[in-house]
């Protein structure tokens, strides 16, 4: 009797033992408005924070005051918080441009790195990165607010994977708010959001890369044939250095996408539209997508969906890295993090940019 009440209390322990110690993890820069996600969140079993990289030690101390975390923790640079820990991974939250940094200090001390969107400033840079991932064999992932969202993965099982809407010939994305200024970024963030080089620019980079990213991962990684953009400065005055409108257009064999990022729409968004021969999903948000059916000319049949949130891990950005280092999850190229979809999220942006500034449509080799 003794003895089956000791294996059953043994096999009620066992998930709890076989359950992985939390993912060791360095946040180097705090100067992007979305290290809060890590800062606050709920997931602590799945990550640690080991160290913090911060120059500015008003802005980590304000952060230490607001999440509770040891100023001890804050070093002045990589190399100091190297010298004192060694995380398994780091995630990047400081200026787009660092990101290259980030991953030359990381990669060859086999460092996973997770950094927020876009992956880089240029092509050169992203090049750079993506060589030193392969030579290190790290992961080096790209987060995305959008790729959480289970509206997102349910469009792509729609109109990939089940064929629900016929070949896809248009997708239209459209990311934006009122602009950095007037949502009221906190300076640290304001003064690189709005840099053309610490940034790689304004709206067409900073939302933009949603775009690219979600048309990358529907079309299976194929290559566009062109891109052709427009750009306006509408906020002079909030945003004297950088354009805070563009309109993308990626040609692709036999479909087109549209991407509208802005710093001038009145009420944020993030949603998507995917439009085949036989019908069309509309992602409206983050939990609401409706799939409609044509019936004769200008009618149709619609299907709304209202969905919860995604299973772990795949509803958390730092539940997913550990994920993926434990191989427990293993990412494709295009997929929504991975680095091959990424790079060619960076060459969509960098002819965009040129096409803007030339007035021309860029080709695609």
């Not at 999850?329 to 091959?340: H, I, Q, R, W």
């Not at 979809?341 to 040129?354: C, P």
Request: hydrophobic share 40%.
């Amino acid at each position: 009797m003794k003895a089956s009440i000791l294996f059953i209390l043994l096999l009620a322990t066992l998930p709890l033992m076989s359950q992985h110690a939390p993912l060791k993890v360095a946040v180097i820069g705090l100067t992007h408005a979305h290290v809060h996600w890590i800062l606050s969140s709920g997931r602590a079993g799945d990550v640690e924070v080991v160290g913090i990289v911060e120059a500015d030690q008003d802005l980590a101390a304000r952060y230490a005051k607001q999440y509770g975390y040891d100023l001890s923790k804050v070093h002045p640079t990589m190399e100091a918080l190297f010298a004192s820990t060694t995380p398994e991974a780091a995630v990047a939250f400081g200026s787009i441009h660092d990101h290259l940094a980030v991953v030359e200090a990381c990669a060859p001390r086999g460092i996973h790195v997770m950094v927020e969107k876009p992956l880089a400033v240029s092509t050169e840079h992203a090049e750079k990165m993506r060589a030193l991932a392969v030579e290190h064999d790290i992961h080096l992932l790209t987060n995305y607010e959008t790729t959480w969202y289970p509206t997102n993965h349910k469009a792509y099982e729609l109109a990939v994977e089940d064929g629900a809407i016929g070949e896809i010939r248009k997708v239209v994305i459209r990311d934006g708010h009122r602009g950095p200024k007037k949502i009221g970024v906190n300076e640290e963030f304001l003064e690189w959001l709005t840099d053309p080089v610490l940034n790689g620019g304004g709206a067409l980079i900073d939302f933009g890369c949603y775009g690219a990213n979600l048309l990358t991962w529907l079309l299976r990684g194929e290559r566009p044939q062109s891109v052709t953009a427009i750009t306006q400065q509408l906020q002079a005055e909030n945003n004297p250095k950088v354009e805070d409108e563009a309109i993308i257009l990626v040609q692709y064999a036999n479909c087109v996408g549209v991407i509208q990022a802005s710093w001038n729409w009145p009420i944020g968004r993030k949603d998507l539209e995917i439009y085949g021969l036989t019908g069309a999903v509309y992602a409206d948000n983050k939990h609401q997508l409706r799939l409609r059916t044509p019936i004769g000319y200008d009618d149709f049949q619609e299907r709304p969906y209202v969905l919860d949130d995604r299973h772990a891990p795949f509803d958390d950005p730092f539940a997913y890295l550990a994920a993926v280092i434990r191989e427990e999850v293993n990412p494709g190229e295009y997929d929504l993090t991975g680095l091959a979809n990424n790079l060619m999220v960076v060459e969509i942006l960098e002819a965009a940019t040129k096409s803007a500034r030339t007035g021309r449509t860029v080709g695609f080799k």
